[in-house]
């Protein structure tokens, strides 16, 4: 027995395993994993949406918005970065100088420092996130309005 079709057309083959992995195995997923999978997916996909459509859209308000982001409350910097910059210069002396190994406070204050950094940063980083998804909004929507326009003219095109 071949694996070839009575028709005549090529042999069917399965699915490489190089074919799944580089579709995020999804392929060869059980039927209950994928429709699960996909259910998460679309839930996704609509909490990403509802967050775009809750930007601002005009330039004007997605550069103010982006302004209050970057300077709140008139400070210099987003919340958290600075705070994270003047702790990071602090932590150079402070690794340099002592053993860090045995336990005691000095490692405690390393590693305190160290989280206050990281936090600061994570907390910098979404603002900065937001900033760039502020300020391409105006493009995204004029991108999305483009691409429908011509969906519209090539459906009208097909239609014919």
């Given at each position: 027995m071949t694996n070839t079709p009575t028709s005549g057309t090529a042999p069917v083959h399965p699915v490489s395993m190089?074919?799944?992995e580089a579709n995020h195995n999804m392929p060869l997923l059980s039927e209950g994993n994928f429709n699960r999978s996909m259910?998460?997916?679309s839930q996704l996909r609509k909490q990403q949406a509802d967050y775009l459509d809750s930007l601002p859209t005009t330039v004007e308000a997605c550069?103010?918005?982006a302004m209050r982001l970057l300077h709140p409350a008139g400070e210099c910097y987003p919340e958290g970065f600075e705070e994270a910059l003047y702790l990071s210069f602090a932590l150079e002396p402070m690794i340099k100088h002592l053993?860090?190994?045995?336990?005691?406070?000095e490692r405690d204050a390393l590693l305190f420092i160290a989280d206050r950094v990281r936090l600061g940063l994570e907390r910098s980083v979404a603002k900065l996130d937001r900033i760039s998804d502020l300020l391409g909004n105006p493009d995204r929507i004029k991108r999305e309005a483009q691409s429908r326009a011509l969906g519209s003219v090539r459906g009208q095109t097909l239609g014919r």
């Open positions: 190089y074919e799944n259910a998460e997916i550069g103010e918005a053993d860090t190994d045995d336990p005691g406070i």
